[in-house]
């Protein structure tokens, strides 16, 4: 099993990435899968995830209406696309499949003029 995330960068506020978490060894349907951030000095925060089979996502208040979680079953490639970047959005972002060790390296996203 390996979950390999990718898509991170420097970015102006405002400005949108995407990130994307190309899974091997299982079926991203049938798991729920979730992205979580990490920044300095602060708690891990799960921000969006996407449930199994019926793809049913969550986020989490501060970036509601900003990230949308989407799945491409044909990649089996989990995706979370930022829009309206702020700097509290910086952190180090994972993917993970939920109620598991499974989680992928990290990708950093750096929100700053």
């Known amino acids: 099993v390996q979950l390999q995330a990718s898509g991170g960068g420097l970015v102006q506020p405002g400005g949108s990435l995407r990130l994307s978490c190309a899974v091997f060894?299982?079926?991203?349907?049938?798991?729920?899968i979730e992205w979580f951030r990490q920044a300095p000095g602060k708690e891990r925060e799960v921000v969006s995830c996407v449930g199994k089979y019926t793809g049913d996502s969550y986020y989490a208040e501060p970036v509601k209406g900003r990230f949308t979680i989407s799945r491409d079953r044909a990649k089996n490639t989990l995706y979370l696309q930022m829009n309206s970047l702020k700097s509290e959005d910086t952190a180090v972002y994972y993917c993970a499949r939920r109620r598991s060790d499974y989680r992928g390296q990290g990708t950093l996203v750096t929100v700053s003029s």
């Open positions: 060894g299982f079926t991203l349907d049938y798991y729920a």
